[in-house]
């Protein structure tokens, strides 16, 4: 079974604070790794994505996102977070054997102007 | 041009009553699923189809069904609502090339 841990329930950040959230998953094979955002009342958009190759992936709006195989970890990170940040973060899995994502718990991000 | 879409938005009911919830996607993907959100924002898969055939259920009460008249259309129909079933619902669809899931824009559901 796959499962996925977010150890930062809620992070507050100023605007220009830079940014690292945490994700860690458990998995035997080879999995597919997946940020993915939510800001206040609306539905979940995709961040970024990771498959194979360079394990430092850049997605939309500033964020990117380095997988460390041996650490079984897929950290979030950006420079330097803006008020329009303020959402819910969700790291998920999928391993490559079936189509199934697992979510982690989430992170709560809110970016004080 | 909305590419995954859920009715209601909001939906408020009495325990004991049944309700659908209804989601399409233009997408022309094979797979959907229904995920269920918490309180807390717990993020939950609930059923997966492909091209309208149930592929995963993960150990949701009988009192949920999901069906698909096509692979377009994913609703889910629950019966005797109960207090526990208020969360926010939402509806996917998935890329098989990309591997990519995409959302739709959620159904809160409040039993009373």
């Known amino acids: 079974a796959q499962s996925v841990s977010q150890h930062n329930h809620h992070v507050i950040l100023s605007e220009a604070a830079s940014l690292e959230l945490g994700c860690n998953y458990s998995y035997g094979g080879t999995v597919n790794l997946f940020w993915y955002v939510q800001y206040p009342g609306q539905h979940l958009q995709l961040l970024l994505k990771?498959?194979?190759?360079?394990?430092l992936v850049k997605g939309i709006k500033g964020f990117e996102a380095e997988f460390i195989k041996s650490k079984f970890s897929f950290n979030l990170r950006k420079p330097s977070v803006q008020w329009s940040d303020t959402a819910e973060y969700f790291c998920?899995?999928?391993?490559?054997?079936?189509?199934?994502?697992?979510f982690g718990g989430g992170t709560r991000l809110m970016v004080k102007p | 041009d909305t590419a995954v879409s859920q009715t209601p938005k909001y939906l408020v009911t009495q325990m004991g009553n049944d309700k659908s919830i209804k989601c399409e996607q233009n997408l022309g993907h094979d797979t959907m699923y229904w995920y269920k959100q918490d309180s807390k924002k717990f993020l939950k898969i609930m059923f997966s189809y492909n091209n309208k055939e149930l592929i995963i259920n993960e150990t949701v009460p009988n009192r949920f069904s999901p069906k698909s008249p096509d692979k377009a259309h994913l609703n889910l129909h629950i019966n005797s609502l109960e207090l526990g079933d208020s969360a926010v619902y939402f509806c996917a669809s998935r890329d098989y090339l990309s591997d990519t899931q995409y959302f739709g824009p959620g159904t809160r559901l409040t039993v009373l």
């Open positions: 998920a899995v999928n391993g490559r054997a079936g189509n199934m994502l697992t």
């Open positions: 990771y498959f194979s190759g360079d394990p």
